[in-house]
C-alpha cells in the first residue's frame, strides 16, 4: 500500500508541482489512516524525464535537460540504458541512466568501476563519484553533488577509491 500512495504521491505532484508528501505526515482518504510518504515509498522512475522531475521535486532543479537517443550516445557507452539524458545540475554536467533490471545495473556498475579504475588511475585519477538509484544512476558528479543528491533522494551516493 505505501508503495502504491507514494506512486499516487509522485503522479499528482508532477501534474500539480505540489511538492506532495514534503511534510513526511500521514493522512486520511475516505476516512481511513493513510502512511506518511517518504522518499522511499516513492516508486522507481521509468525515464530520464521521471529522474529529472524527482530531482526537481527535491529541490534540485536540472536545467538545459535533454534525452539522447541511442544513436547519439557515442561509442564510449556503457551498457545499454533504456533512457539516457544529460542536464547541468548545481554547475556540472551530470548524465542520467535508467536500466531495464538490477542485473543491467549491476553488469553496468562492474564494468564502470573496473574501466575507469583500470584507464584512471594511468592518468592519476583514484576516485569515482555516482549515484546509484533504484534502476536508475546519475554520473559525472562530484562528491559533493553525489552526496546532495543521496541526501534529497532515496538514491545512494558512490564513492570508489580505485587502489
Known amino acids: 500500500m505505501g508503495r502504491l500512495w507514494g506512486s499516487v504521491c509522485l503522479l499528482a505532484g508532477l501534474a500539480l508541482i505540489t511538492g506532495c508528501g514534503s511534510s513526511g505526515g500521514g493522512g486520511t482518504v475516505g476516512g481511513a489512516a493513510t502512511p506518511a510518504v517518504t522518499k522511499e515509498a516513492v516508486s522507481a522512475p521509468k525515464s530520464a524525464s521521471e529522474v529529472n522531475a524527482m530531482l526537481s521535486q527535491a529541490g534540485l532543479p ?85 552526496d546532495k543528491i543521496g541526501a534529497a533522494t532515496s538514491a545512494t551516493p558512490v564513492h570508489v577509491k580505485c587502489e
Do not use: H
Open 62 to 146: 536540472c536545467t538545459g535537460f535533454k534525452v539522447v537517443p541511442k544513436d547519439q550516445r557515442g561509442t564510449m557507452q556503457l551498457g545499454d540504458p533504456l533512457d539516457y539524458a544529460k542536464c547541468d545540475l548545481d554547475g556540472e554536467g551530470i548524465v542520467i541512466q535508467v536500466w531495464k533490471d538490477e542485473g543491467q545495473l549491476e553488469n553496468w556498475e562492474g564494468a564502470l568501476n573496473d574501466m575507469v579504475c583500470a584507464v584512471g588511475k594511468a592518468f592519476g585519477v583514484v576516485n569515482l563519484d555516482w549515484v546509484r538509484g533504484d534502476l536508475w544512476t546519475i554520473v559525472n558528479v562530484s562528491q559533493t553533488l553525489a
